[in-house]
């Protein structure tokens, strides 16, 4: 997986679907940056989070198992090991089972994983494994992703399965649909919002070194970090109903 948010923090990062190469940026609504909320007990994000590379959502495509389509976005993954990793690592995960979120009528699914070279890695084979190891970890994720929008004036998020986390054999199932969702849209020559440029796999949209080198000397220069608005860092208490 590819980590967008390390654990612990705020801000909003996202893999790109619209820059070349996809870069990971901090997302903007209404011309200002976005962190999520802290929903007591939690502060920011409680696992490391971030996406599954080569895999897509189809907008498209209704999912038989959740009765929506998908969210267009690559699929998403919390690591729940113990070391907090850095914005942009790429780890090697185990995969261990999955969630359904439907967001706004649109499934997004929660892949749950931990990082192999995790200590107590061994330890996790299948969902049924992190109650056991993780005793309320599962708990907290689905009331995390439940509420975390609330404090915006959204409604709470659904799921399907009745938030239920389906077994690691269900997940791999779905990583190989959303991955061949992922490889028709590296190969079709429609137009789509996306953009497809990339080094690896195979693809018509795939480039060499010096052209991803060339892609990104044009980027902006690194500037100082702004400061960040102390708002952020407060505690909001939302019933659940």
């Known amino acids: ?4 948010v390390p654990r612990w923090t705020n801000a909003k990062m996202e893999i790109s679907r619209t820059e070349p190469l996809n870069p990971i940026v901090q997302d903007v609504k209404k011309d200002k940056l976005r962190f999520v909320h802290n929903c007591f007990p939690h502060h920011g994000y409680i696992w490391n989070y971030g996406a599954l590379p080569q895999t897509w959502e189809n907008p498209q495509c209704l999912d038989e198992s959740t009765g929506c389509k998908g969210d267009n976005d690559p699929v998403d993954a919390v690591e729940i090991g113990f070391r907090v990793a850095k914005r942009g690592e790429v780890i090697q995960v185990k995969v261990l089972g999955v969630m359904a979120l439907i967001d706004e009528g649109e499934t997004d699914w929660k892949l749950i994983t931990i ?3 995790d200590p107590l890695a061994s330890k996790l084979d299948d969902i049924k494994d992190v109650d056991e190891t993780f005793p309320g970890l599962l708990k907290a ?5 439940k509420i975390y929008k609330i404090p915006d004036g959204k409604p709470a998020n ?25 490889e028709s849209l590296a190969n079709t020559t ?7 440029t990339c080094m690896t796999g195979e693809s018509s949209f795939k480039i060499d070194r010096l052209r991803a080198e060339e892609i990104v000397h044009k980027c902006s220069e690194v500037g100082p ?3 960040i ?7 909001h208490f939302v019933e659940i109903k």
């Open 225 to 227: 970090a702004a400061p």
């Open 141 to 145: 994720t689905h009331e995390w992703f």
């Open 158 to 182: 659904q799921f399907a399965f009745n938030g239920e986390a389906k077994n690691r054999e269900f997940a791999l199932r779905v990583i190989d649909e959303t991955h061949k969702h992922w």
């Open 229 to 235: 608005d102390p708002i952020v860092d407060k505690w």
């Open 190 to 196: 429609e137009a789509v919002s996306i953009e497809r």
């Open 115 to 117: 990082d192999v070279n």
């Open 1 to 4: 997986m590819v980590v967008e």
